[in-house]
């Protein structure tokens, strides 16, 4: 399977398992798993198809691993990032002293203003190192880094989890957890 074939299932993947499985009559069960049989006939119905060999390939090689099976490849689900409810089951967990966040510049003033919010997505999104949230902060225009003091928050009763490809999630960043 070519890249660009790779990055065309795994958008329409991302889109289905994160946001709109309505949109092909997919059902996830509360912690956001589809059955993969049920997703591949269903996604042919959108003209978009795949083999489970090459979902298999789309979800070990996505750089993001935004995807995960099951133990035995029957069910699959977004790791994280969904704007709608299901339950991850994640367990809360004491993050690092730092954490990082990319935003676009554009962003700046309302975010050390307001502080971080989840908007329509289940949690905030943070980074474990610069290089990946200065990659997040690309995709919305010309990125800057905030360092976020995730101890402290830690230390003052806010909950923190990890997806099972790493990225760090919270419900809210105040802005006096926040440095530029």
């Given at each position: 399977m070519?890249?660009?074939?790779?990055?065309r299932?795994?958008?329409?993947?991302?889109?289905?398992?994160?946001?709109q499985?309505?949109?092909?009559?997919?059902?996830?069960?509360?912690?956001?798993?589809?059955?993969?049989?049920?997703?591949?006939?269903?996604?042919?119905?959108?003209?978009?198809?795949?083999?489970?060999?090459?979902?298999?390939?789309?979800?070990?090689?996505?750089?993001?691993?935004?995807?995960?099976?099951n133990?035995?490849?029957?069910?699959?689900?977004a790791?994280?990032?969904?704007?709608?409810?299901i339950d991850l089951?994640?367990?809360?967990?004491?993050p690092?002293d730092?954490?990082?966040?990319?935003?676009?510049?554009?962003?700046?003033?309302?975010?050390?203003?307001?502080?971080?919010?989840?908007?329509?997505?289940?949690?905030?999104?943070?980074?474990?190192?610069?290089?990946?949230a200065?990659?997040?902060?690309?995709?919305?225009?010309?990125?800057?880094i905030?360092?976020?003091?995730?101890?402290?928050?830690?230390e003052?009763?806010l909950?923190?989890?990890?997806?099972?490809?790493?990225?760090?999630?919270?419900d809210?960043?105040?802005?006096?957890?926040?440095?530029?």
């Open positions: 070519n890249e660009i074939e790779k990055k299932i795994s958008k329409f993947l991302s889109l289905i398992l994160r946001h499985p309505e949109m092909i009559g997919l059902k996830l069960d509360e912690n956001g798993w589809a059955d993969v049989e049920d997703l591949r006939t269903k996604s042919a119905g959108r003209r978009v198809y795949f083999t489970p060999g090459e979902l298999d390939e789309v979800v070990e090689t996505n750089n993001k691993k935004r995807f995960a099976f133990e035995d490849k029957t069910m699959i689900r790791s994280q990032g969904h704007s709608i409810d089951a994640l367990e809360t967990v004491t690092p730092f954490l990082y966040h990319g935003t676009a510049e554009a962003n700046i003033s309302s975010i050390l203003d307001k502080g971080i919010e989840k908007r329509t997505r289940q949690h905030v999104h943070l980074s474990a190192d610069k290089e990946t200065t990659k997040v902060g690309m995709r919305h225009g010309k990125p800057v905030l360092t976020i003091r995730t101890g402290k928050m830690y003052d009763g909950l923190f989890y990890q997806s099972a490809n790493g990225v760090w999630l919270t809210f960043v105040d802005a006096k957890y926040i440095s530029k």
